[in-house]
């Protein structure tokens, strides 16, 4: 939460970094938005789509699918280690940015 508040005081920064992390899955439609949602939660769920499910009240199959919906985009793969620590704070940053709006 630091360093989402952090990098959000730079604005065009902070949303110039979530938009080069995330590519498409940057959009800012509802279809789009549910996919990011997901994936956040999917990351913050250490990559467990049946923990993940239960949070979002959908199945994990329903997660497997809209995962895989999120490589067929083009999104970010976030397998682990740095780099997803990089997605999850974009995806972050995007919200609070978006919620502030």
Same mark, same amino acid.
């Given at each position: 939460?630091?360093?989402?508040?952090?990098?959000?005081?730079?604005?065009?920064?902070?949303?110039?970094?979530?938009?080069?992390?995330?590519?498409?899955?940057?959009?800012?439609?509802?279809?789009?938005?549910?996919? !990011?949602?997901? #994936? +956040?939660?999917?990351? &913050?769920?250490? /990559?467990? $789509?049946?923990?993940? @499910? =239960? %949070?979002?009240?959908?199945?994990?199959?329903?997660? !497997?699918?809209? #995962? +895989?919906?999120?490589? &067929?985009?083009? /999104?970010? $793969?976030?397998?682990? @280690? =740095? %780099?997803?620590?990089?997605?999850?704070?974009?995806?972050?940053?995007?919200?609070?940015?978006?919620?502030?709006?």
């Amino acid at each position: 939460v630091a360093l989402v508040a952090m990098l959000t005081r730079e604005e065009r920064v902070a949303r110039t970094f979530a938009e080069r992390t995330l590519g498409p899955l940057a959009a800012d439609d509802e279809p789009t938005r549910r996919l !990011a949602r997901t #994936l +956040r939660v999917v990351l &913050e769920e250490q /990559g467990s $789509p049946r923990r993940a @499910g =239960r %949070r979002l009240g959908v199945h994990e199959n329903t997660v !497997a699918k809209r #995962l +895989r919906s999120i490589q &067929e985009l083009g /999104g970010p $793969p976030a397998y682990g @280690g =740095r %780099r997803a620590a990089d997605v999850l704070a974009a995806l972050l940053i995007l919200e609070t940015l978006r919620a502030d709006s």
